[in-house]
């Protein structure tokens, strides 16, 4: 399924989000720059992208990981997941953290997160007195099996 959504380029290196592949899932951002940006492990740095995006109503924009950056590279959100909500209109910007044991180099234009969008739900939060009973019930931290 597609839809359009829109996106304001805010400097003209910026580059439109693009997907990798016709089934991908997120669609990758850009790095902006004014040169190389060294992040040494254990360290973050903010990098811009450059554009701005109009989420349509009831959809959030998630930005991941890029799978390549995180796992060869060990660069990857600060924060695992950023959330852009329906009416933010400010620039998408990722805290990319060094989680590696070597400095990193991002330059301009690379690809540094992937963006998913998708619909979410509004819960109308009720306090109660009691929650319905499962067969897992409250178990949680491995309680359902190692394999």
Known sequence: MTAPVSVKLLDPRAK???????????ADLYALTDGPVTIAPGETALIHTGIAVAIPQGYVGLVYARSG?????????AN????IDADYRGEIMTFLHN????????????RIAQLVITPYLTAQFQGVDELDN??????????????
């Open 134 to 147: 499962t067969l897992r019930g409250a178990g949680g931290f491995g309680s359902t099996g190692t394999k």
């Open 69 to 77: 950056m995180a796992c060869k590279r060990g660069l990857a959100p």
């Open 16 to 26: 439109l989000p693009a997907y990798g592949s016709s089934d991908a899932a997120g």
């Open 99 to 110: 989680h590696g044991s070597v400095p990193q180099v991002v330059e301009n234009g690379d």
């Open 80 to 83: 695992k997941v950023g959330v």
